[in-house]
């Protein structure tokens, strides 16, 4: 990684995680180590599972997600996470900001200097 680059992620991370879990919980209930390896996939949304459950905590405490506890046929009963009404509702309200914001960004960045 380039010199500052871990700390742009992590500023980056700060502000769309949480919307990201929401999504993908959109498609139905995932248990926190779906859901974490889902987000660590690529590195890039999550470098490890230490932000994630404090993360999930804090979601259920604000009334976007829901948990349920599933028995599990390769271990304990796991913890599943759902979107609730409101969960989808900041969804979606992410969802609107986001997509202008994005293109706002790519289109600075694809600037190009002006000859002078």
Known sequence: MVPGEESILSNLRRGALEYCVLALLRPGA?????????????GILMSGEGTLY?????????GLVETTWQEST???P??????TEDGERALATFTRAWHPF???????LEQRAEPT
């Open 30 to 42: 995932r248990y926190g180590l779906d859901i974490a390896r889902a987000l660590g996939a690529d």
């Open 102 to 108: 994005r293109d706002a960004v790519d289109a600075a």
């Open 54 to 62: 404090p993360l999930l905590a804090r979601l259920r405490k604000a």
């Open 74 to 76: 390769a271990g304990p």
């Open 78 to 83: 796991r913890r599943y996470y759902a979107l």
